[in-house]
């Protein structure tokens, strides 16, 4: 086989230049492809509930009919004046 002459040796790294970077964008398209996919299937990931809010309805009423009656001694006082 004969050496290229210098027109056709850079018609050659044109070709191949162009076919790297075609490659190139088809794994790029090819990641972003897989990362949609994995996002499609996955179930979404919901917060914990933490403290009162994973507290049963039941638990919460009978915190909450408390009230203040433990913090300043048996709810609120009226600031009416008699």
Known sequence: ????????????TSIRELNRQW?????AERTK???RMRM???P???AAKRGF???SPEKQRE???KGGKAS???GRKSTRLV
């Open 1 to 12: 086989m004969t050496d290229p002459n210098p027109q056709e040796a850079a018609v050659l």
């Open 23 to 27: 490659v190139d964008a088809l794994k």
């Open 40 to 42: 499609a299937t996955e």
């Open 53 to 55: 809010a994973a507290m």
């Open 63 to 65: 915190i909450a009919s």
């Open 72 to 74: 300043h001694g048996g």
């Open 33 to 35: 492809n897989r990362w």
């Open 44 to 46: 979404a990931k919901v």
